[in-house]
């Protein structure tokens, strides 16, 4: 209503009429007291904390669980309109949707079968591919591990995950061990380990 008013100026009888408001009901809330309370106050400052705590990545749901365990009485709609009145957002890291294989692949069979135990350098490595938030974008890095130190032997990061991404940390790996041979390489069989090229 008093938006209303001072937009289009229209009477504040005509505006208290159409949206069914007695006038009196107005001019209470128009004169009523806008003090902050120290309650509100506090609240206001712990959601503040909480958000920053979080690193900015708390949502509603989150600062009232945090909230109400430190003894603020707080629901996740009334946490939702407080961060909207302090202008605060959730930048939560948006869900990777990269799938990995699970299947074995036919012409590929699982020669390791859990057999962890290696009991020499260079006789089985290991390799395979994970996602990491860069602040703007994902981010793939594909390791080689020999099984024997579970040691990293080789490296590669890219934004895509294919082959050559693969291919990279398995070059590394080979050519920093002195290119050894007769060893077995195990992977999830994901599409980047299967392909023709990298076979």
Known sequence: IEKLNQRERYPISVLCSVFNVHRSSYKYWVIRDTTPTLEQVRLEAEVKAIHA????????????????????ELSR????????????????VPQHSYKRGGNEHLEIPNLLDRQFDVVEPDTVWCGDVTYI???????????????FARKVVGWAMSLSPDTNLTLRALELAYESRGKPTGLMFHS???????SLKYR
């Open 77 to 92: 709609y009334r946490a939702a309109k407080l961060m909207i009145k302090l202008k605060l957002e959730s930048c939560q």
């Open 133 to 147: 938030w860069t602040g703007n974008r994902w981010a793939y890095l594909a390791v080689v591990i020999d099984l």
């Open 53 to 72: 705590m979080s690193g900015g990545s708390a949502g509603a749901r989150t600062i009232a669980a945090i909230a109400t365990n430190n003894d603020f």
């Open 188 to 194: 999830d069989q994901g599409s980047h380990y299967t």
